[in-house]
């Protein structure tokens, strides 16, 4: 590998680092922000839904910009989203005011949507340079800097530390590390040709196209699945808590922290268990593991044991999402726009999920809202097959279940 790819790939990382720092800093004081909101459960779902919109259309909007002026000039664009947007969530945290939290999370949203499906585009691209595994070792990073943020979350809830200023010191790190982050990446990663030019040739372009793969769709689902039971965890796992086990709000966070460190575990180890054991098998198991955690946690008497449990939780939705984009960019035309078609289905799961899981726990609890996430996970164990066909790396290493 040169020198240049290795910045490349450390830019990446750097950056997906300093996002899940982000996310995870919001994540840890969503119970102040709603307590100083006084809100219910079911108005914080709709300020959540927020974020929701923000991200689905900072997605909708990614795949088409990454085409037209490469991933660089799109990850810039995001960032800028997401700095701006801790910064309105601040403020709004801190007036309180619901709708400056609403709109604060939609730009964080749209900027993370932005980022994330150009970032996954170019981690693929790192894939094909370097000829291995990139993708989930990218999304471990993001899942650090989850556990990173938890811990700061954890320790200034503790200490009553104001929400706003926590929020806008996070934005400055993120704004330092994406400028150092974008000096380094190559430029026109994922660009294509302008409209009129090759890509009208012979027939249907190929943004068009992919939708029309049924193999695709049926990878979408999965990251669908996958992605609602992180995103759920993401959301809702520290409230969760707070109001299902009628725990304090720093074990709430300490909850997410045991959550956001099983999923850094797991996407960090997942490259030797997807050389050893192949997509399917890892995908299978991984749902049906995060399955079993979320059982626990839906059933168990004892908040101890549910807090244990979302370690299961956590390992089991860890490589859902990056091993299934790895599938879907592993095709010899258009595999730009197949991650960004399969990215796109699963941050469905960002719109969707909040919301209704919110709008579903006043009526029966948190607890119980999350066997809906329970039923998702047995579908996408159940679809894993899929991702057998077109592989590359797996067909040395799981060649009976291809």
């Not at 490469?70 to 945290?93: C, D, F, M, P, Y």
């Not at 995908?283 to 549910?306: H, K, Q, Y």
């Not at 679809?383 to 040395?396: F, K, N, Q, S, Y």
Request: glycine share 14%.
């Amino acid at each position: 590998m040169d020198s240049a790819t290795r910045r490349w790939r450390a830019a990446l990382f750097l950056f997906m680092l300093a996002a899940g720092t982000g996310m995870a800093s919001w994540v840890a004081r969503t119970p102040a922000v709603r307590d100083g909101l006084d809100v219910s459960t079911g108005a914080m779902g709709l300020v959540l839904f927020g974020l929701s919109t923000g991200s689905m259309a900072g997605v909708t909007a990614s795949g088409p910009l990454v085409r037209r002026y490469g991933g660089r000039v799109t990850i810039s664009a995001g960032a800028t989203l997401v700095v701006a947007g801790l910064l309105v969530v601040a403020a709004g945290a801190s007036l309180p005011l619901a709708a400056g939290v609403f709109g604060g999370l939609a730009l964080f949203g749209g900027g993370m949507g932005l980022a994330e499906v150009a970032f996954n585009i170019e981690g693929a691209a790192v894939e094909s340079v370097i000829g291995r595994p990139v993708l989930p070792v990218l999304h471990g990073c993001f899942s650090l800097g989850t556990v990173v943020g938890a811990l700061l979350g954890m320790a200034l809830t503790a200490v009553e530390f104001p929400v706003g200023w926590h929020l806008t010191a996070v934005a400055a790190l993120i704004a330092a590390a994406a400028v150092r982050s974008v000096l380094s990446l190559p430029h026109g990663t994922g660009k294509e040709a302008p409209f009129g030019d090759s890509s009208r040739q012979g027939g249907t372009p190929g943004r068009s196209r992919v939708w029309r793969d049924r193999r695709l769709l049926l990878i979408g689902g999965i990251v669908l699945a996958m992605a609602f039971a992180e995103g759920a965890a993401n959301d809702w796992l520290p409230l969760l808590m707070v109001d299902g086990y009628h725990v304090g709000a720093t074990a709430g966070s300490l909850t997410f922290l045991a959550f956001a460190s099983s999923m850094a575990l797991g996407r960090f180890a997942g490259g030797p268990l997807l050389e050893r054991y192949g997509r399917v098998q890892v995908v299978r198991v991984s749902a049906m593991t995060a399955a079993l955690g979320l059982v626990v946690v839906i059933v168990s008497p004892s908040p101890l044991m549910a807090g244990a449990a979302t370690v299961l939780w956590g390992l089991g939705a860890s490589l859902g999402f990056p091993v299934t984009l790895s599938a879907a960019g592993d095709h010899p035309h258009d595999a730009a726009a197949r991650v960004g078609a399969v990215a796109t289905t699963g941050y469905v799961a960002f719109l969707v999920g909040p919301p209704a899981l919110g709008f579903l726990a006043d009526r029966v609890g948190l607890r119980l809202a999350m066997t809906v996430v329970l039923a998702l996970l047995v579908v996408a164990s159940t679809l894993a097959g899929v991702l057998a066909p077109g592989r590359r790396a797996d067909a040395e290493a799981e060649p009976a279940s291809a």
